[in-house]
């Protein structure tokens, strides 16, 4: 049985409670459960807001940006030839078509490798941070991401979206966050896009661009977001609730002035 450095760590410092041997192609697997104490979550009032998006994975309040460029180009790569894979299947023999299926599912697995790699690399990196800062994090409640997405975007962009596993990226910050003693809570992501961050007015988003016309601001729109997640977070009084006060719903509807205090 082969075990890496990371097994070996979670095994001598936890207790196992039950184990599964499984069978992916033809190799096989033991899923280990093991119990482990969570630390005392730290109590701070800074706030290190995260946007998830599209063209850049994750972006920070502090700046900090995970790129998704290589992604991108990797899972449209993919895409191409499941595609190509597929056609094949549809014109050839009863055997050529199974082949085509083995290889195929062989794709999709390698494609789902790399992307789970790349958003326990991004959790790691914004848990780290926030522990440096310290900071809990404050993230975007994405109920209902998936669903609208679907019915309005166009077949490549739906594709993207859904690939992206924003879902998962979410786990993996909860669950380290929980390991490593960090708040994370969550924020109603109406009209965090839209305002802006350093006078509360709304902006103009274009893309990953976003301006506003009454202070002038202008940078990056998941930076922009990121802030505004930030600022939300500092209200919400409970990990993973959603239940935030002010918000920016209220701000832009003229229902409360906004602050004048922003987060740096």
């Given amino acids: 049985m082969v075990l890496g450095d990371y097994q070996r760590t979670r095994l001598k410092d936890s207790k196992p409670t039950s184990a ?32 998830l998006g599209i063209t850049d994975i994750a972006v920070t309040s502090e700046g900090q940006k995970f790129g998704g460029k290589t992604i991108k180009l990797i899972k449209d790569h993919y895409a191409s030839m499941r595609a190509v894979l597929q056609q094949k299947a549809v014109k050839g023999t009863r055997s050529s078509r199974r082949r085509c299926r083995e290889l195929q599912q062989r794709l999709s697995g390698k494609e789902a490798r790399y992307q789970r790699q790349i ?22 409640d994405l109920t209902g991401i998936r669903e609208g997405v679907n019915q309005k975007a166009g077949k490549n962009h739906r594709r993207r979206v859904n690939g992206w596993a924003f879902y998962q990226l979410k786990e993996f910050l909860s669950y380290k966050a929980l390991a490593a003693g960090v708040p ?46 930030a600022f939300l977070g500092r209200y919400v009084d409970q990990p993973g609730g959603s239940e935030v006060l002010p918000n920016i719903k209220a701000v832009l509807s003229g229902l409360l002035k906004a602050p004048v205090f922003r987060p740096e």
């Fill in 20 to 51: 599964t041997l499984c069978k992916k192609g033809s190799e096989y697997y033991i899923n280990i459960q093991v119990k482990s104490e969570a630390p005392e979550q730290i109590h701070v009032d800074t706030v290190l807001g995260v946007d």
């Fill in 119 to 140: 958003n326990h690399e991004i959790s790691k990196a914004i848990v780290t941070r926030a522990q440096e800062i310290p900071a809990k994090i404050a993230l975007e």
């Fill in 184 to 229: 994370l809570v969550l924020v109603d992501p109406a009209y965090t896009s839209q305002t802006c961050h350093q006078c509360g007015e709304h902006g103009i988003r274009n893309g990953k661009s976003f301006k506003c016309p009454s202070c002038g601001w202008s940078g990056d729109a998941d930076f922009n977001g990121a802030k505004n997640i």
